[in-house]
Structure formats: C-alpha cells, structure tokens
C-alpha cells in the first residue's frame, strides 16, 4: 500500500524560509505527476505548485518567484522549497502523486505550515 510522508513544515517568521518533503513508500513505482496543495482553514484546497513527466512546472500566482518544486531522480520524493514567506501562505501543505496524469493519486496526510511573528 502506497503512502506519502510530509515532513518540514513547522513555524516561521514572515520573510523567512522552508523546505518541504514529500516521499513515497510501500512502493517499488515512480509517480511522474507531483504536486503540492494547500488548505487553510474556511479555504478550498488549492494546487501551489506541480511537476509533469517531462519536468515541466507551474505553480499558483500567489507563490511564483517564492516557491520552487523538486523532486528526486527516482521520481518518489518531491520537495517544495518555500521562501519569503507571508502570513497568508499559512495551511495545511499536502503533496500528491500520481502514476497516471488523470487520476486521483494518492495524498500524504499533511504538515502544518504556520507564518507568524
């Protein structure tokens, strides 16, 4: 069974900076298709930042010049590296992957991403 772990997320002061991970397990797969989402709290989830096969990224308007996805050869762990952070990009960051572009995928369970002074 395939589960995602999220791990990085945490508190930061508004300008600062965090790194993301997301990594793949109970799997021998690639997932070619990785994205980061994010809810807050009274928001619809929203798709931040995402990574085709072929490498090609695209991230929310919000987060462009801030945000960049990464992801490892293996194609099972992805990376969202977050900097000059704002209050408003608080939420909860969760990554999915996807074998097959069009699917469902399958979603990590989270990681508290809190901008405060």
């Known amino acids: 069974q395939v589960q995602l772990v999220e791990s990085g997320g945490g508190l930061v002061q508004p300008g600062g900076s965090l790194r993301l991970s997301c990594t793949a397990s109970?799997?021998?797969?690639?997932?070619?298709?990785m994205g980061w989402y994010r809810q807050a709290p009274g928001k619809q989830r929203e798709l931040v930042a995402g990574i085709t096969g072929g490498g090609t990224t695209k991230y929310a308007d919000s987060v462009k010049g801030r945000f960049a996805i990464s992801r490892d050869r293996a194609q099972r762990t992805a990376y969202l590296r977050m900097n000059n952070l704002e209050p408003d990009d608080t939420a909860v960051y969760l990554c999915?992957?996807?074998?097959?572009?069009?699917?469902?995928?399958?979603w990590g369970q989270g990681t508290q991403v809190t901008v405060s002074s």
């Open positions: 999915n992957f996807k074998r097959v572009p069009d699917s469902v995928g399958t």
């Open positions: 109970g799997t021998i797969f690639s997932f070619p298709t």
